[in-house]
């Protein structure tokens, strides 16, 4: 290796390094917000979001595990700016308000592994041996379901974000998602609140 081919091997790690963490989700590359049929636009904003139930669409960004049926329902959530101020996310709040009107706030994504019901344990006597067994792993304290999660704190002019927020739900037709907290970080003004039509 040339001196000149090892320093350029040194300077584009770094840039590789920051190509990584700008992409906090790898492997799962939802569409823009703005191409969503249910897609809400209101101050430079463009928000939209979809509930992820079976297990094709699951697969996408969960891999084998689709949390839906251990009772956890994973909503995307997609917004846009398109205006000119930065918004400061880190104040979201995000709720599911079901079809009959009942309000259901987020799970943190770093619980939703405590969500699993405990198996019934068994009764003394009925093991033949005491052998001793693996414990059954937990299929919610998989990586996937924080790494995909909504985390972004600022949301820049211009740019976008992603990720889940996780209900103990049951999802029907007539749900919706409803956000607040957004703020111009200039101002720190509330901007006004979103529903968003879940289908």
Known sequence: MTRRTAALALLSSPLAALAQKKDDKPGFRPAKASTFENAQKGSGLVLAAAV???????????????????????????????????????????????????????????????????????????????????????????????????????????ESAHGFFYFQAIHKPGAKLYVTGLREAATNNDLFYFEIPLS
């Open 52 to 158: 992820y139930t079976s297990d094709a669409e699951a697969s996408q960004a969960f891999g084998k595990l689709n949390p839906y049926e251990y009772g956890v329902l994973p909503v995307l959530f997609l917004i846009e700016n398109n205006g000119k101020q930065t918004i400061r996310l880190e104040g979201i709040q995000v709720q599911y308000i079901s079809a009959d009107r009942q309000k259901i706030d987020n799970i943190p994504p770093n619980e939703v592994r405590f969500l699993r019901a405990p198996k019934r344990p068994k009764m003394p006597g009925t093991d033949p041996l005491p052998i001793p067994r693996r414990k059954p792993k937990n299929p919610l304290e998989a990586f996937e379901i924080e790494a995909r999660a909504f985390t972004a704190k600022m949301l820049p002019a211009g």
